[in-house]
């Protein structure tokens, strides 16, 4: 093989393009590309420079004529360009205008107030890519012209761009201007076919709808377009003295029917920006004025039309003009939809921007002095300022609309529109997703822990990634759970029972750990072949769970099942049966011990408060309770009716055979009844008949022997105190609070918990159920104790997902995509996220809206985050760029003021927790103390995880962003990766910046 010689790069092989030789070289970069939008891109530049000279006031008709030959005429009655020798150049103005890049009126100085020209480039970019490029004008009584080929002054010998040309003088001083004949400019201009496609052509139509729209734009100045390229030659006048107004009427579908007027919104606003003076100085915060003209109105149909301009120059793209008109109109609509009474149903979401713009049709303009745009074609405005301009002046507009008595009508019309349009998008997402979801998981199984959502809607689901298992209950299938029937099922059963449609009634406790009869929803498998340890109790039974799942204490907090110790007081369910020899007034009724009024309550009554709560029933039926089976120990509030006291008798006399019946009816009708209340009265009247009865309830409660024995048992305990302790303890005080009554003491210390008597590990593994409590945020074995379920009853099961990671996942920045997928966990979140990972990561297929971690705010639960936010980062980049992962952020602390309308604060450093108290106590408030601090998600109840962590309107989430890539991928190698030296010389160097005084040990 030959040796190739060496290429050599040295400064000769770089290329300096002057004059119009870039724009030669590179058009697309000019006029946006070079196909037909190219060809038309040209006569947007030269008219847009005859529309100025119509805004700033100087020009009341532009005319465009399309040649048979091919070139194109603008024609306007403005001031016409400078024609008069520019100082620093040595050439006239329209010489510099047309053949330098970036010179022109629109840099400062008084010629143009507000311009749709900017960077003084598109006259000259039309010289430079034409064949031949003529200018005509008339100003100062004179009348000039110049021609130019590829941007080179000179002469034509002839008409056509063909013509022989010689380069030549510049501006020619070519007649004198006609009495009363207007000046302006005239420009006509053949484009050369060599710097465009094969077939690129002018596209009639599109000039057409260019003249249109700035027609609407600018009412002022009549538009003419002259069509000589057919057969015949023809005209169309462009005149909208209504502006904006006209342009909504005929941008508005055919056949859709106004749902409100036009509004339309004029107004002035300032902004600041950066900007360089006239000597190119950039100054900082100068002030711009900007006039806004917005248009809008809704229609019955779907359609949304909402076209942009800046200074008459359309905005495809929109741009930040566009942002601040949605944002206003998504921000107020919404807030009148939420305030507005009888629109939104209970827990239905307020609309979305979507929701807002369906049927609009909507014209934003504004008027800007040197406005910034993404690129030369002006497709997008970039100017931030304008952004806030436009909200505040739409938002006025809107709510004074909102408010006008004479529209209030009008925008209660709009209103409801909105809202059934939020209801349709959200069921047509909802069958959407749920084909999607249903595919999903059908074609790959997904971790028994994930506890899905009901399908609402990609966009609006959410996935919490949380710390522990304890949220999702890990029980054996074989432990019974207690039901308000009377019976207890496992919780296989219980989780067949479900799959087959049936559904159960159970005990749960709320804050002050009183008993209620709630719904037990999903029993469920959730993870298989789960190492397991078992927690014996004091009253014989024994519990087999997961070592990190809570339990209930009798103070209200909760322990993990690892954690418990023996002599630990666990929240008891306590059950027993009435009787009437016990002086109960019923016989054979099941009764709830409340754990925190400490007395027995009927069963039915807390069954039948179920029903009242939620509707099923009404106190107005009656005040018995009937058990619908005739069982008095099932207590399921479907077995519950209210009805009155006589429909009872006659129900029960109904259930008799029908001679017990006839006798009755014959006894009662003969005096039965009157016989029968007198001697109850009569009796009862009978002081030695009233007291042997009570004498008799009272010898059976009575147990001399078991009374000596609690009595000496708690006198013993009592002596056993010291000074201190007994100085706040006595005895006879106890008593007090029952009234004297010791047999109540008694019965009150008997049953205030259950303890634990041992924990032990087991060697065994078995599959782990769940299941799930509305409302609350625990439910009772039949071992009879409670124990936790919390974030997953704290969730809106319609939208909202669960996944638990067991702890610390794998640091992936120390490992390759193979390992990553080989760890149980991050293959879990790949699994369920559904989106793929690393470069076959595909955004779309996502099945989830947000992904939000949630882990404990201590040390631990922020190395946990930020294991998860390594693993996003470094293989699923995409949801993090799209602003789809959030981190929650659970409190620390939890303030109670006291009082009749007690206030709750929630904060988040220990610092923030005594300023808070500080300020509270300045404004007369008293605290609850001690003010609890949670270590962890598991110590929340329902309630407080809910309102803190996960309701969308209250909770606080951080959006983890990347805005620096190259600087997160440095960091997170040197927090994450596998050199030590470089982490702990950062750290050593980064002490100094700790506050301690501020660290919250």
């Not at 070079?34 to 020009?59: K, M």
């Not at 601090?933 to 309102?947: N, P, S, Y």
Request: charged share 25%; with cysteine.
């Amino acid at each position: 093989m030959t040796a190739q010689p060496e290429t050599l790069y040295g400064a000769d092989d770089l290329t300096h393009l002057e004059g119009l030789d870039a724009v030669r070289k590179r058009p697309g970069m000019y006029i946006g590309s070079t196909d037909s939008r190219g060809v038309g891109h040209l006569v947007n530049e030269i008219l847009d420079n005859s529309t100025d000279e119509g805004v700033a006031g100087h020009a009341t008709r532009v005319e465009v004529i399309l040649h048979a030959d091919g070139s194109v005429q603008v024609d306007d009655d403005g001031r016409g360009i400078p024609t008069d020798v520019h100082a620093k150049s040595g050439i006239s103005g329209v010489e510099l205008v047309l053949t330098r890049l970036h010179a022109g009126g629109k840099f400062g100085g008084s010629g143009y107030k507000t311009s749709g020209g900017l960077h003084g480039v598109g006259a000259s970019a039309v010289n430079a890519l034409s064949r031949r490029f003529d200018v005509t004008v008339r100003r100062a009584g004179k009348i000039h012209a110049m021609s130019f080929r590829h941007g080179v002054p000179g002469i034509f010998d002839g008409p056509g761009p063909d013509a022989p040309f010689t380069a030549g003088p510049g501006l020619q001083i070519v007649g004198a201007m006609k009495r009363r004949q207007p000046s302006g400019t005239s420009i006509r201009y053949w484009h050369d076919a060599r710097y465009f496609e094969t077939g690129a052509a002018l596209d009639i139509e599109a000039v057409r709808l260019k003249l249109r729209n700035t027609a609407f734009l600018v009412p002022g100045v009549n538009y003419l377009l002259r069509d000589e390229t057919g057969a015949e030659a023809t005209e169309e006048t462009f005149h909208y003295p209504n502006g904006l107004t006209d342009m909504v009427e005929f941008l508005a579908p055919a056949g859709d029917r106004p749902v409100s007027g036009i509004l339309l919104v004029n107004g002035e606003g300032t902004y600041r920006e950066n900007a360089a003076d006239a000597n190119g100085v950039m100054q900082s915060n100068v002030q711009r004025r900007a006039e806004v003209e917005v248009a809008f109105r809704w229609g019955t149909g779907y359609e949304r039309t909402v076209e942009c301009f800046t200074n008459t120059i359309r905005n495809a793209h929109g741009g930040t003009h566009r942002k601040g008109f949605e944002r206003a109109l998504a921000r107020t609509l919404a807030d009148a939809v939420r305030n507005a009474r009888g629109l939104l149903k209970a827990k239905e979401d307020a609309p979305t921007l979507d929701d807002v713009l369906e049927g609009m049709t909507a014209v934003v303009h504004v008027r800007i002095p040197e406005p910034q745009f993404t690129s030369q074609t002006k497709d997008e405005l970039s100017t931030a300022g304008i952004t806030k301009v436009l909200q505040t002046q739409v938002e006025q507009h809107v709510k004074a609309w909102l408010e006008d008595r004479r529209t209030k009508a009008e925008a209660r019309t709009v209103l409801q529109k909105i809202v059934d349009a939020a209801r349709v998008r959200l069921t047509q997402k909802q069958q959407k997703d749920a084909a999607r979801r249903k595919t999903a998981l059908e074609g790959a199984s997904m971790p028994a822990k994930l506890v899905d959502c009901r399908s609402t809607g990609v966009d609006r689901s959410e996935l919490f990634i949380v710390e522990g298992d304890s949220a999702l209950g890990c029980f054996t299938g074989d432990t019974m759970v207690a039901l308000a029937s009377g019976q207890s099922r496992s919780f296989a059963d219980l989780a067949a029972d479900w799959q087959q449609g049936i559904s159960h009634f159970g005990y749960t406790t709320n804050k002050a750990g009183r008993v209620i009869i709630a719904p037990l929803v999903e029993p469920r498998l959730t993870r298989r072949d789960t190492r397991l340890l078992q927690v014996k109790l004091d009253n014989g039974e024994s519990v087999r769970c997961t070592p990190n799942h809570l339990f209930r204490l009798r103070d209200g907090s909760y322990r993990r099942a690892d954690a418990l110790v023996p002599g630990d007081s666990l929240m008891p369910l306590y059950r027993r049966l009435s009787s009437k020899a016990e002086g109960h007034k019923l016989q054979g009724y099941e009764r709830v011990w409340m754990n925190d009024r400490e007395e027995w309550v009927y069963t039915h009554y807390l069954a039948d408060a179920w029903n009242l709560r939620n509707g099923r029933d009404r106190a107005t039926n009656g005040n018995v309770r009937h058990h619908v089976d005739i069982n008095k120990r099932n207590n399921d509030p479907r077995n519950l009716r209210r009805m009155t006291w006589a429909d009872h008798s006659a129900l029960h006399a109904a259930m008799m055979g029908e001679h017990v019946q006839a006798g009755s009816r014959e006894w009662f009708d003969n005096g039965g009844r009157e016989f029968r209340s007198a001697v109850l009265t009569a009796q009862w009247g009978d002081p030695a008949f009233r007291e042997a009865c009570l004498a008799r309830l009272f010898a059976l409660n009575e147990s001399p022997g078991f009374r000596a024995k609690i009595e000496k048992g708690f006198q013993d305990w009592y002596n056993a105190l010291s000074a201190d302790e007994q100085r706040g303890l006595r005895f006879d005080r106890l008593l007090g609070l029952y009234d004297g009554d010791c047999g109540r003491l008694r019965e009150a210390a008997s049953v205030v918990n259950h303890r634990v008597v041992s924990v032990e590990a087991l060697d065994e593994t078995a599959d782990v159920y769940d299941l799930t409590v509305d409302g609350y945020h625990n439910f009772a074995l039949e071992a009879g104790v409670f124990v936790h379920n919390s974030a997953r009853v704290a969730r809106t099961a319609e939208y909202q997902a669960l996944l638990p990671i067991r702890g610390k996942i794998l640091n992936v920045q120390k490992a390759n995509l193979q390992q990553v997928l080989d760890n149980a966990e991050c293959a879990a979140i790949v699994q369920v996220l559904g989106a793929g990972s690393g470069r076959t990561f595909d955004l779309s297929a996502l099945r989830y809206g947000r992904v939000l971690i949630m882990a404990d705010a201590d040390v631990d639960g922020a190395h946990i985050r930020t294991l998860l936010i390594t693993l996003f980062a470094r293989y699923m980049r995409p949801l993090i760029e799209a602003g789809r992962l959030f981190a929650a952020m659970p409190p620390l602390h939890k303030i109670t003021t006291k009082g009749r309308n007690p206030q709750t604060v929630y904060t988040y450093t220990q610092a923030e927790m005594q300023a808070t108290v500080r300020k509270l106590e300045r404004a007369g408030k008293q605290i609850v103390t001690p003010i609890p601090r949670f270590k962890g998600l598991g110590e929340m109840d329902a309630d407080e995880l809910w309102e803190t962590t996960m309701n969308p309107a209250t909770r606080a989430v951080r959006r983890i962003t990347l805005d620096d890539v190259d600087a997160a991928e440095q960091i997170l190698e040197l927090l994450m990766g596998e050199k030590v030296e470089p982490r702990r010389n950062w750290l050593i160097d980064s002490s100094d910046r700790v506050d301690r005084e501020a660290i919250d040990a």
